[in-house]
């Protein structure tokens, strides 16, 4: 009879453990989803703003290739002489306009004209000017000849 007692109380005690061990998996496993929902919930939030990074690079990148393909397109305008030439730099020197002089005014002055009250300045080939905000105009003035006719 004490055996029997024995067996049902260690059955008892089995199906106890088994049911605490149950319940601890089941809580254990509802942890393990929880914490696995939470972390999927983080990488979806990652995603999305991921994607968004992503689109907002891909949309400057598509700003930066036309900025360039503008840039590639742009000509610069001076004139020498009334006559006017493009180029692809943004800049020229003295020795870029006088390279568009013709022949017989190689010895030639060249002046920039200037706005308003200014006075018109004569250029030296190494001299830089911009052509990003207005076009420039030049003109040539021949060598004085002073007392000789």
């Not at 453990?17 to 972390?39: G, V």
């Not at 006088?98 to 018109?120: M, S, T, W």
């Not at 001299?127 to 007392?147: H, I, M, Q, R, W």
Request: net charge positive; hydrophobic share 30%; proline share 3%.
């Amino acid at each position: 009879m004490l055996d029997s007692l024995i067996i049902k109380t260690v059955k008892s005690v089995k199906r106890q453990l088994s049911q605490k061990w149950n319940r601890c998996a089941a809580t254990n496993q509802r942890k393990y989803i929880m914490n696995e929902s939470e972390e999927l919930k983080r990488d979806e939030e990652r995603v999305k703003v991921d994607k968004e990074r992503i689109k907002h690079d891909e949309e400057r990148l598509a700003r930066d290739e036309a900025r360039l393909e503008h840039d590639k397109k742009a000509k610069y305008i001076f004139s020498l002489d009334g006559k006017k030439y493009e180029t692809d730099k943004s800049s020229v020197d003295g020795a870029d306009v006088r390279a568009k002089l013709p022949p017989e005014k190689v010895g030639y002055a060249i002046f920039l004209e200037a706005h308003g009250d200014k006075k018109d300045t004569q250029i030296t080939d190494t001299e830089t000017f911009s052509l990003v905000k207005d076009p420039l105009c030049f003109y040539s003035v021949p060598p004085a000849t002073f007392g000789l006719i």
